[in-house]
């Protein structure tokens, strides 16, 4: 099981990408579920700093909490 999580800004293009994630995984038949919470900066701001613990999520993809996504858990050809 993979999770994928979008956060940011209203108006900063999630649930865009979140529309054209689900449905690239749903043209190659993987399963998925797709769910969207309201409100959660600071769920997304404690998961974030939660991960940023980890040596193995320390990096810049996410320069402002100093998180990354290891190359192990991201998708083929991401």
Known sequence: MRI???FGPDGS???TLAKALAE???GRGLRFRVYWMRGIRTI???LARFLS???SFKGSD???YGITLSP???LPGC
């Open 24 to 26: 690239s995984l749903k």
């Open 13 to 15: 293009g999630k649930s």
């Open 44 to 46: 997304a701001f404690i």
């Open 72 to 74: 192990k858990l991201r």
């Open 53 to 55: 613990q980890f040596n």
């Open 4 to 6: 994928v999580c979008f």
């Open 62 to 64: 996410n320069p402002y």
